[in-house]
């Protein structure tokens, strides 16, 4: 029997010792009155009392715990108005500050219900954050575990209202199932950046678990910027692009020291969670182990941020173990049509544009591809074509034609400070590089339905191995959707694909966000993978797929895209339906959907990127309208304010690449007629002979 007393103290010990540790922030009435509740049942149990746990130590505990917590936000808001501000940094003014006003919500604002009854029991402040009117919830809650209500002079003196101890001691741990169900949705851990600029193992770690904690919690997107201050993604930032300016176009990795292995990771388009289950599955970079990223971070989930400064962080923590190359999607272009953007203002705000501006500093930095162990050359894309031999401006014809392959030398020559790929002139490697696509067709040729990028063939895969003793090329770029219908390729459902396979080695693709995308395209239900290779044999890796993670329901950055859907799987009445597409969204044709939100502004018929045009044969062809290489009127002027700064920025790129179009449409044209005129007069001319 004194074992059977001994072990329920113990257990009400831990629950004690739980309650008082945790913070009633945000905390519903009915919530703190239960804490308070099982707190006080609890330390009766500890203290030996006899009696039972009644309204009026309800009323005491939580009269005591706000009394408390005003007398310490008054010395708080003291202390703080005798302190001088100067010499402090901009991160630590706005902690200061930050301190200062939550000090003083603390202590100004009014309870809202039953203010006289407060005022009887001597509760003057309440927390602004926790909603506490004591004497409310007394007369108003129900007891958790029945249906007793708690009123009056009614004291718990019923055996079936007294709080079960022994159902309580089966909460794992003591107090974590209470803690788990009442955790308030206000986080309260934040960043700070290291005093001496110097990032440590430990600093990355509680980042990585502060940044988990907070995707987690019920944190509203705008709170984000509390966790995470603009200062530290300045510090952040220029510390990294700090490294990354200084590494060349396709850095090399030394890694032939035994025991070495290198993680290479594909696309992971702002799916946080499934980056830290890849960690935790492969292992973090350490002094043996590498990892090579090879691009596309942000666009299409929700926390492109948080992969961002994870990942910054270990680069800046180990510059010679963690190699950070740029995706298609590191551009202004996909930011602002994908998501990244405006998941960027969504959490910071006012502060947004110089935020995401940081940002696209930083990927202008990051390096184009890797050799690792001089044997694995990684990107991106893909190929690409000899800068040498690539033409000036487009080639006239409309059908793709063959191009030569480039070298790593002429890599090494590319001006990567670029944050848009461009279609055209001596730096259109850049976009070869990000957006290039393999093909079964020998040969390397234009992208003409895409007009970014390249097609390379089997053929190119040999060469280029073999010119440059290579055994192995790990690119990325591609999903399960861009594999979609390709039957000749992997359909990516396992995050890898052996693409081609010849003489001096292999071509895979590699991609790592499991059950792609989370917003604004049908869901794969795909594996993620990564490739590790190991010394002495880099050039045999292992590929380990995986599936996502739990991640938390959020609501997306990126617009919900119809074409993105199956609908031949969809009858008639479906797809009239009001119910199917949420008004007031329009349906539009499969590729005339605009790039931009409209709807945001009431538009619901806006123009597009693609044109409906005749075939020639009776019906009509879609035709995407290729960009201008200069766009007038850009950039606007600073004070014009979101959407609407999008908004004119994408149709003043509209307007310049019809303008573009039809110019040179009319070129093609007459260039054309006035050949047909000179062989005819060429054929008079014989004719009269």
């Known amino acids: 029997m004194d074992h059977h007393k001994e072990r329920i103290k113990s257990g009400c010990q831990k629950i004690l010792e739980g309650i008082n540790s945790m913070?009633?922030?945000?905390?519903?009435?009915?919530?703190?009155?239960?804490?308070v509740m099982m707190r006080e049942i609890a330390r009766g149990v500890v203290d030996d009392r006899d009696r039972k746990v009644t309204k009026n130590d309800v009323i005491t505990a939580l009269r005591y715990s706000i009394e408390k917590m005003v007398c310490a936000s008054r010395d708080i808001v003291q202390i703080l108005s005798r302190m001088s501000y100067e010499g402090l940094d901009d991160q630590r003014m706005h902690l200061v500050l930050r301190m200062k006003e939550i000090a003083h919500g603390i202590m100004d604002k009014q309870p809202t219900v039953?203010?006289?009854?407060?005022?009887?029991?001597?509760?003057?402040?309440?927390?602004?954050?926790?909603?506490?009117?004591?004497?409310?919830?007394?007369?108003?809650?129900?007891?958790?575990?029945?249906?007793?209500?708690?009123?009056?002079?009614?004291?718990?003196?019923?055996?079936?209202?007294?709080?079960?101890?022994?159902?309580?001691?089966?909460?794992?741990?003591?107090?974590?199932?209470?803690?788990?169900?009442?955790?308030?949705?206000?986080?309260?851990?934040?960043?700070?950046?290291?005093?001496?600029?110097c990032i440590t193992l430990e600093w990355v770690q509680d980042m990585i678990f502060i940044l988990e904690q907070a995707t987690q919690k019920k944190m509203l997107p705008s709170e984000f910027c509390h966790v995470v201050p603009t200062i530290l993604v300045d510090k952040l930032t220029d510390a990294a692009c700090s490294i990354l300016c200084k590494e060349p176009n396709c850095v090399e990795i030394n890694c032939q020291e035994e025991d070495s292995r290198v993680i290479v990771v594909g696309d992971i388009h702002g799916q946080f969670h499934d980056l830290m289950f890849l960690f935790k599955h492969a292992g973090m970079p350490s002094e043996n182990q590498f990892y090579v990223f090879n691009g596309n971070y942000v666009d299409k989930g929700a926390w492109g941020i948080e992969v961002c400064l994870v990942l910054l962080a270990w680069k800046i923590l180990m510059p010679d173990r963690v190699y950070l190359l740029r995706g298609n999607h590191e551009s202004r272009y996909c930011t602002a049509r994908y998501g990244f953007k405006k998941e960027v203002w969504t959490?910071?705000?006012?502060?947004?544009?110089?935020?995401?501006?940081?940002?696209?500093?930083?990927?202008?930095?990051?390096p184009l591809a890797?050799?690792?162990?001089?044997?694995?050359?990684?990107?991106?894309?893909?190929?690409?074509?000899?800068?040498?031999?690539?033409?000036?401006?487009?080639?006239?014809?409309?059908k793709t034609q063959r191009v030569d392959l480039g070298s790593l030398a002429e890599l090494s020559e590319v001006k990567r400070a670029?944050?848009?790929?461009?279609?055209?002139?001596?730096?259109?490697?850049?976009?070869?590089?990000?957006?290039?696509?393999?093909?079964?067709?020998?040969?390397?040729?234009?992208?003409?339905?895409?007009?970014?990028?390249?097609?390379?063939?089997?053929?190119?895969?040999?060469?280029f191995l073999k010119q440059h003793?290579?055994?192995?090329?790990?690119?990325?770029?591609?999903?399960?959707?861009a594999r979609a219908g390709r039957d000749d390729f992997g359909d990516m459902l396992n995050g890898y694909s052996i693409d081609h396979d010849g003489e001096s080695g292999k071509l895979y693709t590699l991609f790592s966000a499991p059950d792609y995308p989370q917003f604004g395209k049908r869901r794969y239900n795909n594996e993620g993978a990564y490739a590790l290779l190991k010394w002495p044999n880099f050039e045999s890796p292992s590929?380990?797929?995986?599936?996502?993670?739990?991640?938390?329901?959020?609501?997306?950055?990126?617009?919900?895209?119809?074409?993105?859907?199956?609908?031949?799987?969809?009858?008639?009445?479906?797809?009239?339906?009001?119910?199917?597409?949420?008004?007031?969204?329009?349906?539009?044709?499969?590729?005339?959907?605009?790039?931009?939100?409209?709807?945001?502004?009431g538009i619901y018929n806006a123009p597009c990127w693609s044109v409906q045009i005749p075939d020639g044969s009776g019906g009509t062809q879609v035709v995407q309208v290729p960009r201008a290489p200069l766009v007038?009127?850009?950039?606007?002027?600073?004070?014009?304010?979101?959407?609407?700064?999008?908004?004119?920025?994408?149709?003043?790129?509209?307007?310049?690449?019809?303008?573009?179009?039809?110019?040179?449409?009319?070129?093609?044209?007459?260039?054309?007629?006035s050949a047909l005129r000179s062989r005819a007069r060429k054929r008079k001319g014989r004719g009269n002979s």
């Not at 055994?471 to 591609?478: D, F, G, M, T, V």
């Open 23 to 35: 913070s009633l922030v945000n905390l519903d009435d009915q919530q703190v009155h239960s804490l």
């Open 114 to 197: 039953a203010p006289d009854l407060l005022a009887e029991q001597g509760v003057g402040f309440v927390d602004e954050g926790m909603r506490i009117s004591p004497m409310a919830m007394v007369e108003s809650t129900k007891i958790s575990n029945g249906d007793a209500v708690i009123d009056g002079a009614q004291s718990m003196t019923h055996e079936d209202d007294i709080l079960d101890v022994e159902h309580v001691l089966r909460f794992e741990n003591g107090i974590n199932e209470v803690q788990e169900s009442l955790l308030p949705s206000c986080f309260e851990q934040f960043l700070l950046w290291p005093a001496d600029d």
């Open 347 to 366: 959490k910071y705000g006012d502060q947004g544009e110089a935020v995401y501006n940081k940002f696209l500093e930083c990927f202008k930095e990051l």
């Open 370 to 398: 890797s050799v690792i162990a001089n044997c694995v050359y990684t990107t991106h894309g893909g190929l690409f074509r000899s800068i040498h031999a690539a033409p000036s401006r487009k080639p006239k014809r409309k």
């Open 418 to 463: 670029c944050i848009d790929c461009p279609y055209e002139g001596p730096n259109i490697l850049l976009s070869d590089i990000l957006w290039s696509k393999p093909s079964h067709r020998d040969g390397l040729r234009d992208n003409a339905g895409r007009k970014l990028g390249l097609w390379w063939g089997p053929d190119c895969t040999e060469a």
């Open 469 to 481: 003793n290579l055994k192995l090329i790990i690119r990325s770029h591609e999903g399960p959707d």
């Open 543 to 601: 590929f380990h797929s995986f599936k996502s993670a739990e991640r938390p329901m959020v609501d997306p950055y990126v617009d919900f895209d119809a074409n993105d859907m199956d609908l031949s799987k969809l009858d008639s009445s479906q797809i009239a339906s009001t119910s199917f597409f949420s008004d007031p969204q329009r349906f539009y044709p499969a590729g005339m959907r605009p790039g931009f939100n409209f709807e945001a502004l």
């Open 632 to 673: 007038e009127g850009l950039p606007l002027p600073p004070n014009i304010q979101e959407p609407h700064k999008a908004a004119y920025e994408y149709l003043f790129e509209l307007v310049a690449a019809l303008k573009h179009m039809v110019i040179t449409r009319e070129t093609e044209n007459r260039a054309r007629v």
